[in-house]
């Protein structure tokens, strides 16, 4: 029976390694997708992701991951969450060096209870002021994505370049090219510092931020505390051989007074494969002995603060939730020769299908998702610091295709809603205006019109300019939809003659 018992749980063991590394393939795939293709069938993955799923009010999943989180403890962290898993993946490597002997390196460590719960407070008082620095930067989802979308993409696309290349050799277009930029140097820095942190701390530490720091998995801490099915400790069958405390990458187990910090605990299970003994048991904990709940559980005894942080930490996140829900209901271009710069609106241009900037920006984790579906090189993080690594749009490289809804389709936080391409053309997000210093008629007196042939909605006009033979633009803001196909297209360098400024809310263009 104890040889059946340890096949069952090595066997719940691999298959939770499994759906983990599925997990963080399918979540990575989601940013580094080409296509698009992969958003309709692992799209669900993002929305499954706890800040995201509070931004966007949907409560389905909020209530879902905390009713699997009160049953069977911090699944979510274990196989959900692709930072948690990274730093899993980083511990694993770890732990290979000298042939496995530092496989168990670990050791119980006291919750540090101020640190968790005082950055679980500042993230949630953040969201509720909307200081969104400070919860991009925090959440975990938000953070993967940047360190994709950042460090790993660029790699991807010029691996889809060479392919490219080799393909159009042979005269085939499996692939074509994209561009490869720097978006946003903050971002990218945030990226960087963020991925070597981590990899260090998991390294050494294993689960240290995921325990120490993560504002989800304090918050989900506060649930697991409860769990109904968790690790549970036989002190009849236990040696003290402190094997699974060693094993233990969240140093939630400690052994010298058979005690596991339930608050901690991934499930991750590596302590039933470390005991040698079958002391450690994955079960239903609720109906112990007054003396096992002692032992295993010492986070419902009466004045554990555990208790008072679980009824804090639950009232302020559905507080945050319920504010949350009350917030919502190169184209026939010219050759480059001097690059354009961006010029300084003063409306924020943000996508259709995001109502309004104000809309927009409360909403938005800043995961970047939305940055890596867009094809057309519009979108890009932010480094204004109110918004900062929040993603704003500009044409630059690209305007915003009419026919083009993939950052509305994979936005999991409800910043930018599910619009189709029909509804697409009929918003307005912003009005075409012209500086007529930058034209190229009246600065280089040369006949252009580059601006009125493309606008996909004829609301630019050529009009005589008054004492000369040449015509000059005019743009009717009843019909632009701020699309940007004519700021990208103008010849004029290094600003463009015609710049949008974002509305403050959007609109139907009929409406305008």
Known sequence: MDNARATRRNGWARIRRILAGLSLLAITALFLDLSGALHGWLGWLAKLQLLPAIMAANF?????????TLLFGRIYCSIICPLGIFQ??????????????????????????????????????????GIHVLVAVLAPYSAYG????????????WGNNLLAKIAEHYDSYAFYTRDVW?????????????????????WWN???YCNSICPVGSALGLISRFAMFRPVIDTEKCKDCHMCEKGCKSSCIDIANHKIDYSRCVDCLNCLDACKFDALHYEFGWKKTDAAKKAAAPAETPKD??????????????????VEAQKTKFDGGFARVIEKKEPKRTGALVPPGALSPKHFYEKCTACGLCIAACPNGVLRPS?????????HMSFERGYCRPECTECSQVCPAGAILPITPEEKTDISIGIAEVNYDLCVVNRDGVNCGNCARHCPTHAIHMVAREGSEFRIPSVDSSLCIGCGTCEYLCPSRPHSAI????????INSSES
Request: proline share 4%.
């Open 88 to 129: 899993d993946g980083v511990s694993h490597l770890s732990g290979l060096r000298g042939h496995g002997s530092k496989k168990f390196r670990f050791g119980w460590k006291p919750e540090r209870m101020w640190l968790r719960y005082g950055v679980f407070t500042v993230f949630v008082l953040a969201l509720i002021f």
């Open 182 to 202: 720097l978006k946003s140097l903050p971002t990218l820095i945030v990226a960087a510092v963020t991925f070597v942190v981590l990899s260090v701390l998991a």
């Open 305 to 322: 603060p555990g208790r008072r942080a679980f009824l804090t930490g639950a009232a302020m996140l559905v507080g945050t939730a319920t």
């Open 146 to 157: 940047r360190m994709v979308g950042n460090l790993l993409q660029p790699f991807w696309l």
């Open 499 to 506: 710049r949008v400024n974002g509305r403050e809310k959007h």
């Open 206 to 208: 294993g689960r240290e």
């Open 383 to 391: 480094n204004d610091l109110e918004h900062l690594m929040q993603p």
């Open 60 to 68: 389905a999943v909020i209530v879902g991951i905390a009713v699997v």
